[in-house]
């Protein structure tokens, strides 16, 4: 299984930007597909972007036109970037390997990184 780990979060103030990486391990990064979700305190973990393993995207209507997911295989890395942030964007988002099924669908990815905090301020 591929091993993922997420960095980027932070405190940032409404209007804001962060940017997101997703790190991979393995040599077969590229055929990955990849997906970002974040889970609020008290709420289910909601689907945010996922990115197919030839670059075709796709977004939560929450998110379109502020969020932007890509890739860069030579890194082994697909990024999130995150812009006109909103107090409603604070959560901890996750990055997971898709494996079957729906990409909005939490049930069809199979490796789960730990997490990045991304807290929005007034």
């Known amino acids: 299984q591929v091993q993922l780990v997420e960095s980027g979060g932070g405190l940032v103030q409404a209007g804001g930007s962060l940017r997101l990486s997703c790190a991979a391990s393995g040599r077969t990064f590229s055929s990955n597909r990849i997906g970002w979700f974040r889970q609020a305190p008290g709420k289910e973990r909601e689907f945010q972007a996922a990115?197919?393993?030839?670059?075709?995207?796709f977004y939560a209507d929450s998110v379109k036109g502020r969020f932007t997911i890509s890739r860069d295989n030579d890194k082994n890395t697909v990024y999130l970037q995150m812009n006109s942030l909103k107090l409603e964007d604070t959560a901890v988002y996750y990055c997971?390997?898709?494996?079957?099924?729906?990409?909005?669908?939490?049930?069809?990815?199979?490796?789960w990184g730990q997490g990045t905090q991304v807290t929005v301020s007034s």
């Open positions: 997971a390997r898709h494996y079957t099924g729906s990409y909005y669908d939490f049930s069809s990815y199979d490796s």
């Open positions: 990115i197919s393993s030839g670059g075709s995207t």
